[in-house]
Nanobody, 121 residues
Framework: QVHLEESGGGSVQAGESLRLACAAS????????MGWTHQDPGNQREMVAL???????DYSDSVKGRFTISRDNTKNTVYLQMNSLKPEDTGIYFC???????????????WGQGTQVTVSS
């Protein structure tokens, strides 16, 4: 399985931005689904951004218009640009690599250890 390592989390004020990165141990060009999943302080998980190998992207309603996922196959890295952050964006953000389906279920595919994002009001 591909090894994933997230970085870029931190503590910011509401309205500020962060850029998360997910570095993969091998080529991601053929991985169908690369995603970012948010786990809130109550441990609820939601896949908030998805990048498919054909170039399409998708977002949850909670982040649409504020977050942007991008995939750099030359660097084997996926990014999540997070703008206009809100306190409800607080939580752990996990990167995932999945081939057959995209899901917030951590038993499916490969997952990183996560990076903490804290947004203060």
């Amino acid at each position: 399985q591909v090894h994933l390592e997230e970085s870029g989390g931190g503590s910011v004020q509401a309205g500020e931005s962060l850029r998360l990165a997910c570095a993969a141990s091998e080529s991601i060009s053929s991985i169908k689904y690369m995603g970012w999943t948010h786990q809130d302080p109550g441990n609820q998980r939601e896949m908030v951004a998805l990048s498919t190998s054909d170039g399409t992207t998708d977002y949850s309603d909670s982040v649409k218009g504020r977050f942007t996922i991008s995939r750099d196959n030359t660097k084997n890295t996926v990014y999540l640009q997070m703008n206009s952050l809100k306190p409800e964006d607080t939580g752990i953000y996990f990167c995932s690599a999945q081939q057959h389906e995209h899901t917030a279920d951590e038993s499916i595919g490969s997952w990183g250890q996560g990076t903490q994002v804290t947004v203060s009001s």
